[in-house]
């Protein structure tokens, strides 16, 4: 939601408006997952697509795994 906000004689809020209108992805705590750009002008998001995930891998002990294979070559 967006609200436009005046502060020259006194504090006065708009009417809310919808931003977006998306499933997008939450975190663990059902808080939505974004970030602002720095200068305030740019989302970012991460949208639900319909089939969700399909694949996550993980990999474990990656640092020992990487110097396995620089040691090889």
Do not use: Q
């Not at 504090?11 to 974004?34: E, K």
Request: avoid cysteine.
């Amino acid at each position: 939601m967006a609200v436009s906000v005046e502060t020259a004689d006194a504090f006065r809020a708009g009417a809310p408006t919808l931003l977006f209108d998306s499933p997008y992805v939450a975190d663990n705590t059902g808080h939505a997952s974004y970030d602002v750009s720095p200068d305030g002008k740019k989302f970012l998001m991460i949208r639900n697509e319909e089939g969700g995930l399909t694949e996550l891998r993980v990999v474990l002990n990656f640092a020992e795994e990487l110097k396995a294979l620089a040691l090889r070559r």
